[in-house]
């Protein structure tokens, strides 16, 4: 890493890419030899259908030929039987409708060539100059084809695509196995790799590999899908992407602690001889954080997940959120909630604790946000004002940067109006609050106090957060725990180990389940 926080060449261990769509532009020759072959198929059994774009996307585009097939015909209802790799191309089975498209395919390549983006590929000779290996990865079978007929093949150290998982029995995408693969055929760990897809199989089988950075490759106006699917950043193209001069890309890189799933990590190995008890943050960690806080709800998933973890575990949010709030948010009646900070706690069987200046602290900030709301008219328009039971949160994620100074001039007047108060940063918020010694990591310890779980020496805290606010619960069970710190890009911290998301959070939450399920 530069000293300006830059990434070099030593900081990474490959550049993986997908072929269609990233390298070459053998997507158009793929879907029109796709749409030729089931157009074709839907006309020979009467029906008056043919393959979408949408289709394309959403049942071809990046998998494996024949489950390509077979989740094209599921959504149409039709079912044929497997058959055989070695059948004749035709319409009877889903291996000669394989083949037949395979066929299609090279038809159309004689006619048309093969078309590459040439930004791609002089961005990956100046990578791999700079001595960064690469790595082409590919569910098709053509793949081979494809980069010698484009005279690319010297441009890639391993190649991992359709012939090369046949042979070796790796699933396709959204399995990361062949990420993987190649990834392992480099002598590369994936935490220190980057992954480029376009495809939705693809983002979601980098994230599923825990790869370093999944780069989404959005050329077809598909950036919110790819994003919601597992792609940490998008790029509609390569022209301004800047490998060694982005900030952004280089914070995947910066984690001040080992990576929960990577290889020398003992995290499960010490999970696995003691039982942990669950103590999470919500924003950033249950969820992504967004623009505006009362839009972060908690994905299907997640709760599902959250729930099953809760029937194994003793799980404990203790979220800067007023609790009703995360409450409604979560909707698991089995879960204990502590919010603000620690200052609201209940839970199952009459748990229950309020801090004992609450009714004082209320008033307070009840004068507070009157003038706050005084103070801010005309001022930094877009940042916006939470107000939460005992604290409340001034977000300037929307307000812009030159307005930023003013939200914490205003700010600073109100700490010299009133005594008793101080201020707490987040991720683009500064919190008003009691200056009271009460913290997320007092909640957490007066809890397992309250449970009696502080005296089972069988059984481990386990804290999860993203903030500056965990900072407190990070340190309270440092002796007697683990903390866990959630896009831990380059701060110090008193966690032991770091998730690079919630996509990675909710991983974790399902290892464990399995590992105790067993």
């Known amino acids: 890493m530069e000293q300006n926080g830059y990434l070099t060449a030593s900081d990474i261990d490959a550049l993986i890419f997908d072929l269609d769509g990233v390298i070459t532009q053998t997507r158009r020759v793929h879907k029109k030899a796709w749409k030729a072959l089931f ?35 599921k959504s149409r209802g039709v079912e044929l039987p497997f058959g055989d790799t070695g059948d004749e191309p035709g319409y009877d089975t889903v291996c000669a409708l394989g083949n037949k498209k395979n066929e299609l395919f090279h038809d ?17 000779k100046q990578w791999r100059a700079a001595g960064v290996k690469t790595a082409i990865v590919s569910s098709s079978k053509n793949c081979k084809f494809i980069i010698e007929q484009a005279v690319i093949d010297h441009l890639f150290d391993v ?110 190995e010490l999970l696995s001889e003691k ?32 729930s099953e973890l809760g029937r194994h575990f003793t799980v404990a949010v203790v979220t800067g959120r007023d609790k009703e709030d995360v409450m409604d ?24 604790m309020e801090h004992e200046q609450s009714e004082e602290i209320i008033k307070k900030l009840d004068a507070v946000e009157e003038d706050l709301e005084k103070m801010l008219e005309g001022k ?24 930023v100074p003013d939200v914490f001039e205003v700010v600073d007047r109100i700490l010299e109006k009133y005594d008793s108060l101080k201020t707490g940063e987040g991720k683009m918020v500064v919190e008003i609050k009691p200056d009271i010694d009460w913290h997320k990591g007092k909640a957490v310890l007066w809890i397992l106090e309250a449970l009696g779980l502080d005296k089972k020496p069988d059984l481990l805290p386990v804290f999860i ?33 770091s998730l690079k998301n919630v996509f990675q959070v909710r991983k974790f939450f399902e290892q464990l389940i399995r590992l105790y399920g067993e």
């Open 39 to 73: 157009d074709g198929f839907l006309k020979s059994k009467g029906k008056d259908d043919s393959m979408t774009d949408r289709d394309y996307d959403d049942y071809v585009d990046g998998k494996p030929r024949y489950e390509g097939v077979r989740s094209f015909l």
């Open 108 to 124: 159309v390549i004689g006619e048309d060539g093969v078309d590459l983006y040439e930004p791609a590929v002089e961005k990956l």
């Open 159 to 268: 190649r991992v695509d359709g012939m090369v998982s046949e042979e070796r029995g790796l699933k396709g995408k959204p399995n990361p196995d062949i990420f993987l693969e190649a990834a392992s055929e480099l002598g590369a760990r994936p935490e220190r790799c980057i992954v480029f897809e376009d495809a939705i199989s693809g983002v979601k089988a980098g994230q599923e590999g825990f790869f370093g950075l999944v780069v989404g490759v959005a050329r077809f106006d598909n950036k919110d899908e790819l994003l919601k699917h597992g792609a940490d950043i998008c790029i509609e193209n390569f022209e301004a992407f800047d490998l060694f001069r982005s900030e952004e890309i280089a914070g995947y890189f910066q984690f001040t602690k080992p990576m929960v799933f990577s290889e020398d990590a003992r995290v499960f």
């Open 275 to 306: 039982k942990p008890v669950f103590f999470l943050d919500y924003d950033g960690t249950l969820t992504p954080i967004v623009q505006r806080p009362e839009d972060a709800a908690i994905s299907d998933e997640m709760r599902e997940t959250l």
């Open 329 to 352: 948010f979560i909707r698991l009646d089995h879960l204990i909630y502590s919010g603000s900070h620690g200052y609201i706690t209940s839970g199952p069987d009459g748990l229950f």
């Open 380 to 403: 930094a328009e877009g940042a916006q004002i939470d107000r939460k039971r005992y604290a409340i949160a001034l977000h300037y994620r929307n307000a812009a940067e030159e307005d």
């Open 465 to 497: 957060g993203d903030d500056v606010t965990d900072e407190d619960a990070f340190i309270a069970i440092k002796d007697i725990g683990i903390g866990i710190l959630v896009e831990n890009k380059g701060q110090d911290t008193a966690a032991a180990y």
